[in-house]
């Protein structure tokens, strides 16, 4: 049955949603208070990652983090601040970060990154689309062997879980890498791993989506959400009223700003990270995590991308040099002969990621609305996860068995 749909939010969530709602027949509005030009879904590294299979709230982090907030050019950056929703997030946030809660996500995190690497396949094989897609794998390049100790680690408990995964030397990697200069002393290699340019795939689905049917409302922001008894009846932007069947809510960052409004108490924080092109040769080809600094570094479409940190720090685009600067360095250490030039860094964006306490999305309905599927808060993954999460959010919509089980992701979940 064909239903009418309000998707809020324009990034990889709500334009993979809208992708798979058109799909299935339903008459979808798609409304977004950006131009469809930035945002996460813009900066990111542009990674499809079912190797990433350990949560950012793991065993240790809070140690780190504690560490870390005194230096803002840290990876892991936690800004202080008396502020409620902050509060009680970080206390969900250090209740998630133990080896038990880590273990029972690891297999959730590697289904969904799996099914979603698969339909990102039938998107480009569909032959409606021009976007770049590569499947080179990834490596984390260590310069230390406690890092390289912990991250093999990770590899072999990967390799049990079917992935392909390979332990590398520094000879090994620079044979990979002949003309890049990688200064390691080795790295793992997650060959399960893909990566695309974000720009060119949200340019390409946007695309599709106006030339199939959907409508999408640019520069137009939700300001009120009308509820009649456990239903949403109608959202109003600062342009019209919108009215629909159902209603879903990919609005990254911004989301428990408006789920306040229905009484749904979203546990989520901005994670901000940044990012640098690099628009000349660099002799990279392969995406590379430099691990001791956590910066990923991607061979895009005429470009490369030097992207990374985490920064709790509210909901704000302000761009902190100190932080830029570390992105840069960190490139400059792992990779002999490589500057990042001062426009090359003045040009850096950011953009905002939604957070969870577990580090596990929100997907699927709140007891709270009867109308509403909630499809937010994929932290670093999101480009990774957008076409699985727009495939489960369908299936909700349209009453089928949807092809995970949703139980973790469950929006009402407690932490």
């Known amino acids: 049955m ?74 892991f950056y936690v800004k202080p601040r008396l502020d409620a929703d902050f509060l009680k997030w970080s206390l969900a946030f250090k209740k998630s970060a133990n080896h038990k809660k880590v273990a029972q996500s690891i297999p959730v995190i ?111 922001e939700v300001v009120d959400i009308e509820k009649s008894g456990n239903s949403i009846s109608k959202i109003i932007t600062d342009k019209r009223e919108l009215v629909a069947d159902e209603y879903v809510m990919a609005a990254g960052s911004w989301s428990p700003l408006m789920s306040k409004k229905l009484g749904i108490k979203m546990l989520l924080q901005a994670g901000k990270g940044y990012r640098i092109n690099v628009a000349r040769e660099t002799n990279i080809t392969v995406p590379t995590i430099l691990m001791e600094s956590k910066v990923a570094v991607t061979p895009m479409d005429g470009f490369t991308r030097f992207a990374g940190t985490m920064e709790i720090s509210g909901i704000n685009h302000k761009i902190n040099p100190v932080r830029v600067n570390a992105i840069a360095d960190a490139g400059k250490r792992f990779y002999e002969g490589l500057e990042i030039t001062e426009q090359e860094k003045a040009d850096a964006q950011c953009g905002l990621r939604p957070v969870t306490p577990d580090g596990l999305p929100y997907i699927g309905r709140s007891s709270k609305c009867d109308n509403l599927v909630i499809a937010a808060g994929h932290a670093m993954m999101g480009w990774s996860m957008g076409p699985a999460t727009g495939k489960l959010v369908t299936e909700i919509v349209s009453e089928q068995k949807p092809s995970l089980d949703l139980t973790p992701y469950n929006p009402d979940r407690k932490f």
């Open 2 to 75: 064909s239903k009418r749909v309000v998707v809020i939010g324009g990034g990889i969530m709500g334009l993979s949603t809208a992708y798979y709602l058109q799909k299935e027949g339903h008459q979808v509005t798609v409304v977004d208070k950006s131009d469809f030009t930035k945002g996460a879904s813009y900066v990111n590294a542009g990674y499809i990652t079912p190797s990433h299979i350990i949560s950012l709230a793991s065993p240790g982090i809070i140690t780190k983090g504690l560490k870390w907030m005194l230096n803002p050019a840290s990876p």
């Open 110 to 220: 590697k289904d969904i990154n799996i099914l979603s690497r698969e339909l990102y396949k039938e998107i480009k094989s569909s032959g409606d689309f021009s976007f770049h897609y590569e499947d080179k794998g990834l490596l984390m390049a260590y310069q230390t062997e406690k890092a390289g100790e912990a991250e093999w680690e990770v590899g072999k408990k990967a390799i049990e879980l079917g992935l392909e995964v390979e332990h590398l030397s520094a000879k090994e990697v620079a044979a990979l890498e002949p003309n890049a200069n990688l200064n390691v002393k080795g790295a793992v290699h997650y060959h399960c791993d893909a990566h695309m340019t974000p720009g060119d795939f949200m340019k390409d689905m946007l695309e599709y989506l106006k030339a199939n049917g959907v409508t999408v409302l640019a520069e137009e």
